[in-house]
C-alpha cells in the first residue's frame, strides 16, 4: 500500500485550540471511500468537503455531503482541464468565490524532455455555486523544472502555504508560504524553516483558524512509520517546535491531509492504515457525545463580610464592594453604610468569584471566594490600605490565578483583570514582587506541556511589562505536568474536573527580601 501511496505522491507532488485529545473522538472509515484512492478533503462549509478519488486511470474532484457523523453521498465536482488531468488538494477563499488546487497534467515537458508523469502546479481560478471553474490562472512560482502542490489558506486570506520542491527546499519535499498581497499580487516563496522541514518528506499542509499548521512528515521524531501528521503554531512567521499527533490519528502506515472544522468539532485525515477499503482512505473523526447530567437541586450560598483598615477591626463606611465572577465580570455592586458590612445572596455553591472593595484614598483590594459545594454562610473580610502610608497588606491579596484555554498561552481578557490588580498592586508598592508557576494536565506530551508552561510565562511577563512592570520584578517558572495535585499523571484516565485541578498558573506578591 505504501508503494501504492508513493506512486500516487510522485503523480501529485515529488494545517496548539490546540492538541485534540483524541481518546474523546469517535474515528469511522466513511462511506463512499472506494477501492482506489481517496484523500485530500478540504472543508466546503460546515457540511460538505471535497476531495480527491480516482476514477479511472485520474484523480478527480469530488463534492460529499456530511451527515450523521459521515460522508454519505458524493457528485463530480469539476473536471475544469479536460480527461488527461489529475485534480487535488483544493483550498477556497472564504467567501467561496475562488478556489487554488493542484493539477498534475500528463506530456507536459521539463528541461525539454517529455514527462511520463507530467507537471504538478497549483492553479487559481473562480468558481461558481455549481462548482464551474473560470479564469484559470497558474501561480506564478510553478516551474517547469520542480513541483508545487497542496494549497492551504490562513483564515484572513493572506497567506497561502504549499508544498514544493523547489530550490531552497532542505529535503526531498518542504513546506512554504507565500503573501498575498492587496492587490492581488504574491510574495517571493519561504521556506517554514527547520522546524517543520527536514530532509524527508515534509506535504499536505493545512492552517487552522488559530496559525496551527497541520502538515504530515517522514522525517521528524516520534514518527510510527511513513507519513505521520504533526502540528506548529505559526506566529509573525515564527514556528515552534513540531508536536507529534496522538494515536488514533497516527499509525504504523501512511497518515496525511489532516483538516479540522472548530465550528462542528469535527475534522477529517487520509491513511492507507489495514482495514481500510481501499488503496488510501478518508476517515472521520468527531466529537463524542457526552451523557446527560442527572438533574441537581440548585445549590446557593450567602456571602457576608466587613470592609476593614487594613487588617484591623476598625469598619471603613461608605466603600464600594463589587461582586465579580470568574471572568472578571462585574455581578453586583453595593456601597457599604456606617457599619461597612456587605451582602450578597443566592451565589452558586462549587463557584470561584471575586470580592473588590475600594474607596478614594484609599488602595483597592481584591479576594478570591472559592465557595464550598454546599449550601451555606461564608464570611469573609475585606481589607484597605491608606495610599499614603505606601503599605501593603500581603493577606488580602498575595495570590491569584490565571486560567488559559486548553493547550494555548494567549492572555484571556477574563484573567487580565486580575493581573491588572496585581500590576496595579506592584506600582503602588514598589518593594513587592511577582512570582508565576505554571502547570498542565498530563494529557499532551511531556515536551510540549514544559514548552507550554514557558509559553504562558513568556506571555504574562510581556503583557505586564507592557503595562509598566519592570523584568526583574516578575519571577516565572514554568513545570509542564511534573507537579500535579492529584492522581492524573501519565497513562491515567481522569475527568475533565480533575484535569483541570492541574491544570493552573498561580501567582503571589511578596516583598522582594522576605517573602510573607
Not at 47 to 71: A, M, R, T
Not at 481 to 493: D, F, Q, S, Y
Request: aromatic share 10%.
Amino acid at each position: 500500500m505504501k508503494k501504492i501511496l508513493f506512486i500516487l505522491i510522485l503523480v501529485l507532488v515529488t494545517k496548539v485550540n490546540a492538541q485534540i485529545d483524541f481518546n474523546k473522538y469517535d474515528i469511522k472509515n466513511i462511506k463512499v471511500n472506494t477501492k482506489g484512492a481517496d484523500y485530500g478533503t478540504t472543508f466546503y462549509g460546515d457540511n460538505k468537503i471535497i476531495f480527491s478519488s480516482s476514477s479511472g486511470k485520474f484523480l478527480h474532484l469530488y463534492e460529499g455531503n456530511i451527515e450523521d457523523n459521515d460522508v454519505v453521498s458524493k457528485r463530480i465536482f469539476s473536471k475544469p482541464s479536460g480527461e488527461n488531468t489529475h485534480h487535488s488538494n483544493v483550498a477556497f477563499t472564504n467567501d467561496l468565490k475562488t478556489v487554488y488546487f493542484t493539477k498534475s497534467i500528463y506530456g507536459k515537458t521539463r528541461g525539454g524532455k517529455v514527462l511520463k508523469r507530467g507537471a504538478i502546479a497549483i492553479y487559481k481560478a473562480n468558481i461558481d455555486t455549481n462548482g464551474n471553474f473560470s479564469n484559470i490562472e497558474p501561480m506564478p512560482f510553478n516551474s517547469d523544472d520542480y513541483d508545487v502542490a497542496h494549497p492551504t489558506l490562513n483564515v484572513e486570506n493572506t497567506k497561502l502555504y504549499f508544498t514544493s520542491n523547489m530550490p531552497g527546499t532542505l529535503g526531498d519535499n518542504d513546506i512554504f508560504v507565500v503573501d498575498i498581497n492587496p492587490d492581488g499580487s504574491y510574495s517571493e516563496p519561504r521556506n517554514l524553516g527547520p522546524n517543520v522541514n527536514t530532509k524527508a518528506k515534509e506535504m499536505f499542509p493545512f492552517i487552522s483558524g488559530d496559525d496551527i499548521l497541520y502538515f504530515s512528515s517522514t522525517g521528524h521524531k516520534d514518527n510510527l512509520g511513513g507519513l505521520d501528521v504533526y502540528r506548529v503554531q505559526v506566529t509573525n512567521n515564527s514556528v515552534t517546535k513540531p508536536i507529534h499527533l496522538n494515536k488514533p490519528i497516527n499509525s504504523n502506515w501512511d497518515d496525511f491531509s489532516y483538516v479540522y472544522n472548530t465550528n462542528t468539532n469535527q475534522g477529517f485525515f487520509s491513511s492507507n492504515r489495514a482495514g481500510g477499503r481501499g488503496k488510501d482512505d478518508i476517515y472521520i473523526f468527531t466529537q463524542k457525545k457526552e451523557k446527560p447530567l442527572k438533574k441537581e437541586i440548585a445549590c446557593k450560598q450567602k456571602v457576608r463580610g466587613t470592609v476593614l483598615l487594613n487588617a484591623t477591626i476598625k469598619v471603613i463606611p461608605l466603600a464600594t464592594v463589587k461582586l465579580l465572577d470568574s471572568q472578571g465580570e462585574e455581578i453586583k455592586k453595593i456601597k457599604v453604610g456606617a457599619d461597612g458590612k456587605f451582602t450578597f445572596l443566592n451565589l452558586d455553591c462549587g463557584t470561584t468569584y471575586f470580592l473588590e472593595a475600594s474607596k478614594d484614598g484609599y488602595s483597592s483590594t481584591m479576594k478570591t471566594l472559592n465557595l464550598p459545594n454546599k449550601a451555606t454562610i461564608t464570611k469573609i473580610p475585606l481589607f484597605l490600605i491608606k495610599d499614603k502610608k505606601k503599605e501593603v497588606d500581603l493577606a488580602s491579596f498575595n495570590v491569584g490565578r490565571v486560567d488559559f484555554n486548553y493547550n494555548e498561552a494567549k492572555i484571556l481578557k477574563r484573567y487580565a483583570y486580575q493581573l491588572d490588580l496585581a500590576i496595579r498592586k506592584l506600582k503602588e508598592n514598589p518593594n513587592l514582587i511577582i512570582e508565576f508557576e505554571s502547570h498542565t494536565d498530563s494529557r499532551a506530551e511531556d515536551e510540549f506541556n514544559m514548552e507550554l508552561t514557558q509559553e504562558r510565562i513568556e506571555a504574562i511577563k510581556e503583557y505586564m511589562g507592557f503595562k509598566g512592570v519592570q523584568p526583574n520584578r516578575i519571577i516565572g517558572h514554568a513545570y509542564g505536568e511534573t507537579k500535579p495535585l492529584n492522581k492524573c499523571v501519565n497513562g491515567v484516565e481522569c475527568t475533565d474536573e480533575e484535569y483541570l485541578l492541574n491544570r493552573r498558573t498561580t501567582f503571589k506578591i511578596y516583598e522582594k527580601k522576605k517573602k510573607s
